[in-house]
RNA sequence: GGCCCGUUCGUCUAGGGGUUAGGACGCAGGAUUUUCAUUCCUGUAACACGGGUUCGAUUCCCGUACGGGCUACCA
C-alpha cells in the first residue's frame, strides 16, 4: 500500500515554523516512498477561525517549495479537504457511534460542566461520574427521545470503558501504553454540529486513506482515545501508524517556542510575515528578515533530526534520500537564530549569482534603487561572502548603489595628512585616465603608482577605500572600483579627498 | 495534582556495553587577505544524579531530579 500523509494545520494564524518542519517532515516521508502528501485544513473551531489564516498557510508552503499532491487548492479525489465542507460526514459518523453503544448523547450545559468542576478538583466525565450527568446513559430513553426531539442541544461524547489497556507502537518513540480508566469520555461532535479534532482527524484520515500520522509531541496523550475510535469504528486493520515529533523549544529559558518570543528576542519564528490586527499580532518572518527557502528548510530539518555523519548541508532531494523517522530525536530542539543564519550564510555563498541578484532586485527597488540585473550581479559577487541575510546586500553594499552617507572620521583622520595632496592628485588623474578601467590592470597600475612615488600601500589604499566607501568594511578595493565604474570612481576619490581635507581641519 | 514523553559540549547532534565520546553552530587564538568578510588550522566544552545487571556502563533496567506536553463543546 503506498504512503499517504496529511500536513493539518488549523487556520486560527499565522503557521509557526514549528508547523513548517512537520510538514516538511511529512513532505520528506512521502517523497521517499514516492507516497502522497496531503494538505487538510481544520478548521472546525468557528470561534478561533481567522481570516487569511488559510492563504497565508498555502503561501507558505509555497514559498518554501512543499508542494501538496493533494489538498485545498491542489486537487485530489478525496475531498472536500476543509473540514468546515465535510460536516455531513461527522454527522453521520458521530451518530453510527451513538448507534453502535460506542457513544452517547449529552446535553450538560458548559454552565453544568464548569459547576461540576467547581465542587470536584480533579473531575473527568468518564466511566464514574457519567451516570450522575445528563447524557443518554444516564436519563430515560424517553426523556432522551423527547429532548432530542424538542431540539436540545446536545453534544456526541465517546464512550470509554474502563480497565482495559490501550499500546501504541509509536514510530518514533516506541510503546507507550495507556490505561483506559485513565481517559475521559471525551466529546466528537459539538453543540454546533461540528466535530472536535479527536473525531474529525480519525474519520478523515480513514476516509483518505492515511497510512503514517506524523504530528507534534503536543497530541500524544489523545493518541489514546484516536486508537479506542479505531476500535469502535472497526477499522483497526487499517489504522495509520503514529510518529510523534519532538517540539521546538524557545531559544533561552523553558518552554516550547512561541509567536511571543519572536518579539522578545527580535527573532523570525514564522516562514512569512503576518499582519494581524494590532501591531501586537504581527509578526515578521524568515522570508522577511532575507533568508532563502533552501537554507530555511536545511535548518529546520536538522532541528530534531540526523541521519548520522558529518554532512550539514543538504538539498532537498538529500534531505528526501537521507530521511527517516528512525532518526528523529525524541528530546526537544532548541530554536538557534544563529545556526539559522549561519545557514543562510551558507546558502548565499554558493548561489548562483544570477539567481541572488534576482532574489535581490526587489530590495534594491524598495530602496528606491534603479539597478538592473547585470549590475545586481556583480554587487552580488563582491558582496557575497560578506552577508548572512539578503537585505545585507542593500544595507551594508548601500554605497554600490548611492551617494556615501557616512565616513569613517576616525579612520580618516589616522590616515589622511595635507601632505598626501599631491600625491593624491596623481593618483586621481592617474585613475581616471586609466588605459582599462577593470579591476586586475587598475590594481597593477595603482600599485605601480604608490612605489614610483616612494610610498607604501597600506599609505594610499585604505584611503581610496575610505574615498570610494565611506568605511573601511567591504569588497576589494579594485574590484569596488570596476563595479562603480570610471566616472563615479573618479568623482568619489575628488568628493573624498575634499571631505578628508575638511575633516582634518576640523579635527585641528 | 493526575497521565504521558524526554535528558550526550552553551546550542543542534553522531555514537553506542570496552571509543583519545565524533561533527556542526557559537566563542577564543592563529594563518591567508595591507579593510571587512570568506577560507584554512588550532583550541574551548558534554554522556543529569543514585542504585542495580555486568569482568566492564555514557550505552541495558529501576528509581530520583530536572525539563516538556496533555489534562476544553481549541487544535
Not at 266 to 276: K, N, T, Y
Not at 393 to 404: D, H, K, P, T
Not at 426 to 436: D, K, Y
Amino acid at each position: 500500500m503506498s504512503v499517504r500523509v496529511r500536513f493539518a494545520p488549523s487556520p486560527t494564524g499565522a503557521l509557526h515554523i514549528g508547523g513548517v518542519r512537520t510538514a516538511l517532515y511529512n513532505y520528506l516521508f512521502a517523497r521517499q516512498h514516492g507516497g502522497t502528501f496531503i494538505l487538510r485544513i481544520e478548521d472546525t473551531d468557528q470561534n478561533r477561525y481567522v481570516p487569511g489564516a488559510e492563504a497565508y498557510i498555502v503561501e507558505a508552503l509555497k514559498w518554501v517549495g512543499l508542494l501538496p499532491d493533494e489538498g485545498v487548492g491542489f486537487g485530489g479525489e478525496l475531498g472536500p479537504y476543509r473540514q468546515s465542507e465535510r460536516k455531513p460526514v461527522y454527522h453521520q459518523y458521530a451518530h453510527e457511534l451513538v448507534a453502535k453503544g460506542k457513544a452517547y448523547f449529552a446535553f450538560d450545559t458548559p454552565e453544568a460542566l464548569e459547576a461540576a468542576r467547581q465542587a470536584e478538583e480533579n473531575f473527568t466525565y468518564n466511566a464514574h461520574t457519567r451516570h450522575l450527568l445528563s447524557n443518554s446513559l444516564s436519563l430515560p430513553a424517553e426523556t432522551v427521545q423527547q429532548r432530542l426531539a424538542a431540539g436540545d442541544p446536545y453534544v456526541i461524547r465517546l464512550r470509554v470503558e474502563p480497565g482495559q489497556d490501550v499500546h501504541i507502537q509509536d514510530l518514533i518513540r516506541g510503546a507507550v501504553v495507556f490505561q483506559s480508566s485513565e481517559l475521559d469520555d471525551k466529546v466528537l461532535l459539538k453543540t454546533d454540529g461540528m466535530p472536535t479534532y479527536h473525531l474529525a482527524n480519525i474519520v478523515d484520515d480513514h476516509l483518505m486513506g492515511i497510512t503514517h500520522v506524523i504530528r507534534g509531541e503536543e497530541w500524544l496523550p489523545s493518541t489514546a482515545h484516536h486508537v479506542l475510535l479505531y476500535q469502535a469504528f472497526g477499522w483497526t486493520d487499517t489504522m495509520p501508524q503514529f510518529a510523534h515529533l519532538p517540539l521546538i523549544l524557545k531559544p533561552v529559558g523553558n518552554g516550547k517556542l512561541s509567536k511571543r518570543d519572536g518579539a522578545k528576542f527580535g527573532i523570525p519564528v514564522f516562514p512569512l510575515a503576518w499582519a494581524g490586527e494590532t501591531a501586537e499580532d504581527s509578526f515578521p518572518g524568515f522570508r522577511e528578515a532575507g533568508f532563502l527557502p533552501a537554507a530555511t528548510l536545511n535548518f529546520l530539518a536538522l532541528l530534531g533530526w540526523h541521519p548520522g555523519g558529518d554532512q550539514e548541508i543538504f538539498s532537498l532531494d538529500e534531505l528526501i534520500q537521507a530521511f527517516s523517522l528512525e532518526h528523529i530525536s525524541k528530546g526537544g530542539a532548541r530554536f538557534d537564530y544563529e545556526k539559522a543564519k549561519w545557514f543562510n550564510q551558507r546558502y548565499i555563498q554558493t548561489m548562483d549569482p544570477a539567481a541572488l541578484a534576482a532574489a535581490i532586485q526587489p530590495l534594491a527597488a524598495a530602496k528606491g534603487y534603479q539597478a538592473d540585473t547585470a549590475f545586481l550581479s556583480q554587487v552580488v559577487q563582491l558582496m557575497k561572502e560578506r552577508v548572512t541575510v539578503l537585505p545585507d546586500f542593500v544595507e551594508q553594499g548601500y554605497y554600490l548603489f548611492e551617494a556615501i552617507k557616512l565616513y569613517d572620521d576616525e579612520m580618516i583622520a589616522k590616515k589622511w595628512s595635507a601632505g598626501l595632496q599631491p600625491a593624491f592628485e596623481a593618483l586621481i588623474g592617474a585613475v581616471e585616465n586609466a588605459p582599462v578601467f577593470e579591476a586586475a590592470p587598475l590594481e597593477e597600475q595603482v600599485k605601480q603608482f604608490i612605489q614610483d612615488q616612494g610610498l607604501k600601500p597600506g599609505e594610499v589604499l585604505p584611503l581610496l577605500r575610505l574615498a570610494l566607501a565611506g568605511t573601511m568594511k567591504g569588497p576589494a578595493v579594485f574590484e569596488m572600483a570596476a563595479v562603480l565604474g570610471r566616472a563615479e570612481s573618479t568623482r568619489r576619490l575628488r568628493e573624498g579627498m575634499d571631505y578628508f581635507n575638511r575633516c582634518i581641519a576640523a579635527n585641528a
